[in-house]
């Protein structure tokens, strides 16, 4: 049996915030893809409010801890609409820190782990949203050059009647 060991780092969409049943997506991932041949150990490292700077200072350590290298190691990150967030008449990350963010971030854990990126949601605000979308269009670029797995999942979502329900 292969001993599969998952962080997926990110904010307060990878911690499931909101979610009922305390699972969120990565809770929901893990146990779908569990089975016979693979034994999945899953650490959900989403810290609500956190923003690519936080996540640049954490995740590391926080990952160390948890993958050792007897198993096969796996992170995913996920967060960026932190950054978008127009607090004090301005974003709380730049748009050109952010990219600086991830970029380390995602060169780091390339260094020892098998990574993949997952895009960021829309939200409930138009304005917002418009800045969410070009953040994540960076982060598809930046993840092509690093030859990293992205997932975007911005436009599926905002066409979704069940995830934009306001």
Known sequence: ??????????????NGTGDQ??????????????NNTIDITHYNLGIRRDTSTDILKRWEAECQVRLPEVS???????????????????RRVSLEQSISNAKSILLGA????????IGMPPIDDEVQNRTIKELDAHYQLLCK?????YLSIYQKLIDDK????V
């Not at 049996?1 to 990878?14: E, P």
């Not at 096969?72 to 607090?87: A, I, L, P, R």
């Not at 390339?110 to 990126?117: A, F, N, R, S, W």
């Not at 050059?145 to 797995?149: A, D, H, K, R, T």
């Open 72 to 90: 096969e190691n796996k992170v995913v990150f996920s967060f960026g609409v932190n950054d978008t967030v127009v607090e004090n008449g301005q």
């Open 110 to 117: 390339l260094k020892k782990y098998d990574v993949l990126m």
């Open 162 to 165: 069940v995830w934009m329900v």
């Open 21 to 34: 049943d305390k699972l969120g997506w990565t809770g929901r991932l893990s146990a779908s893809s569990q």
């Open 145 to 149: 050059e690093l030859n990293v797995s």
């Open 1 to 14: 049996m292969r001993d599969v060991r998952i962080c997926y780092v990110g904010d307060s969409f990878v």
